[in-house]
């Protein structure tokens, strides 16, 4: 069983950046490949990244490529999310997730945190 609770979400303007980060308990943290997952206003939720067990490998959605990178410290059982150049349509509920497989399917991910609010003003 692994419990992931987020933080560092926040209000910033477009333009700016910010750095989300999932902390994991458990000592199988390792063993999960780690996914980022937004669900903006009305929408459904949907995939932005995911990093392999090792963090050698990393697949993000079209929208957030070259501007979000992910990243995991499995030392600290910590995955990251960093944000920059963000957009107003980047504005979401952002969760991460363990799943173990490496894919971007929502209904293969096991654990999910809570979830926190992003907002981009234009």
């Known amino acids: 069983q692994v419990q992931l609770v987020e933080s560092g979400g926040g209000l910033v303007q477009a333009g700016g950046s910010l750095r989300l980060s999932c902390a994991a308990s458990?000592?199988?943290?390792?063993?999960?490949?780690m996914g980022w997952f937004r669900q903006p206003p009305g929408k459904e939720r949907e995939f932005v990244a995911v990093?392999?067990?090792?963090?050698?490998?990393?697949h993000y959605a079209d929208s957030v490529k070259a501007r979000f990178t992910v990243s995991r410290d499995n030392a600290k059982n910590t995955v990251t999310l960093q944000m920059n150049s963000l957009k107003p349509e980047d504005t979401a509920v952002y969760y991460c997730?363990?799943?173990?497989?490496?894919?971007?399917?929502?209904?293969?991910?096991?654990?999910w945190g809570q979830g926190t609010q992003v907002t981009v003003s234009s």
């Open positions: 997730a363990a799943a173990g497989a490496f894919t971007i399917a929502t209904n293969e991910y096991n654990y």
């Open positions: 458990g000592r199988t943290f390792s063993y999960y490949n």
């Open positions: 990093i392999s067990r090792s963090g050698g490998g990393t």
